[in-house]
């Protein structure tokens, strides 16, 4: 599949690994070279900031989407392709997605989670098509994985919609696990649902 945008979902902090600062840098700088929109939240801090300047170090495009509330000048980055500012959270994540044709997740705290689990959660109900990705840098992700493949095992979750979730450890190898995603078919029950409401 042809992807033009993709949406990074990532932490407003640093943290404490150089390696996931450096992973974000060259994140950014790869979309750039592929001539892929780099959409996020627009900070200029953290992992968030880090995707940003890569990218934009590189002259690729980078949009931004971000909360009146939370544009003040220690957060929002100014030197974006292009800052979009809006009232809410709910329509700061609507307008991420609407954006992009693909999601890639990079190391964050509970926010980052918030946002990959929905749009997991709208993929696995058919709300969208569009590739899911996780970064797993330096082995940040492992232990989550460990849960999820626990609700597969426990059956709170079927490994079909586990695999909608494409894992990499390489910036190179996730984005062609991306480029070449099939979207799963609508389940069953839901067709139903839909058709019984016409």
């Avoid at 592929?34 to 900070?43: C, F, P, Q, R, S």
């Avoid at 690729?60 to 809006?86: C, D, M, Q, T, Y």
């Avoid at 993929?123 to 460990?146: E, I, R, T, W």
């Amino acid at each position: 599949m042809t992807i033009h945008s993709i949406c990074v979902y990532c932490g407003s902090s640093p943290g404490n690994d150089p390696g996931i600062i450096e992973q974000a840098r060259l994140l950014g700088q790869t979309l750039a070279n592929e001539k892929i929109t780099l959409v996020y939240g627009a900070a200029k801090i953290g992992v968030m900031g880090a995707v940003a300047d890569g990218a934009l170090s590189n002259d690729g495009r980078v949009v931004g989407v971000i909360p009146e509330f939370l544009k003040i000048k220690e957060v929002v980055h100014n030197g974006l392709s292009e800052l979009i500012v809006n009232e809410t959270m709910h329509e700061r994540k609507m307008k991420l997605q609407e954006l992009s044709d693909g999601f890639i997740t990079l190391p964050g705290g509970f926010g980052t989670m918030e946002e990959l689990f929905e749009v997991l959660t709208w993929s696995q109900l058919a709300l969208h098509q569009k590739p899911v990705g996780m970064l797993n840098v330096n082995g940040f992700y492992d232990d989550l994985l460990s849960a999820l493949k626990n609700m597969v095992d426990k059956g709170f979750l079927k490994q079909e919609n586990l695999d909608i979730l494409l894992v990499d450890t390489t910036i190179e190898g996730l984005l062609h696990k991306m480029k070449n995603f099939k979207p799963m078919a609508m389940p069953k029950w839901l067709k139903a649902s839909l058709v019984e409401k016409k």
